[in-house]
């Protein structure tokens, strides 16, 4: 199993800045590519970013491209997300997976707690 947790989540207004930070722990040599998803209120959780552990190939959302840049630190077992340009459309709790991807569509097996962050206008 691989635990996860997230930090660095707040409030900020629009066009502002923030990362967020995920580290992962357990079984982590097992990782094949880490995540993030988001949840708005009253809607479904959704794919933000992804990015392979081992080759740090990156994959967005339409939504994010450009603004949202997703990394990770190997030998700290830990991925970022540095989110700039930030509108109220991005405010959800955030949480970060180890993901796989099948048929197109990017799927979580281990996640996070989550963590908020809210864009106000």
């Known amino acids: 199993q691989v635990q996860l947790v997230e930090s660095g989540g707040g409030l900020v207004q629009t066009g502002g800045s923030l990362r967020l930070s995920c580290a992962a722990s357990?079984?982590?040599?097992?990782?094949?590519?880490m995540g993030w998803f988001r949840q708005a209120p009253g809607k479904e959780r959704e794919f933000v970013a992804a990015?392979?552990?081992?080759?740090?190939?990156?994959y967005y959302a339409d939504a994010v491209k450009g603004r949202f840049t997703i990394s990770r630190d190997n030998t700290k077992n830990t991925e970022y997300l540095q989110m700039n340009s930030l509108k109220t459309e991005d405010t959800a709790v955030y949480y970060c997976?180890?993901?796989?991807?099948?048929?197109?569509?990017?799927?979580?097996?281990?996640w996070g707690q989550g963590t908020q962050v809210t864009v106000s206008s």
């Open positions: 357990g079984r982590t040599w097992s990782i094949p590519a």
């Open positions: 990015i392979t552990w081992r080759g740090g190939a990156t």
């Open positions: 997976a180890v993901v796989g991807l099948q048929r197109s569509t990017w799927s979580g097996d281990y």
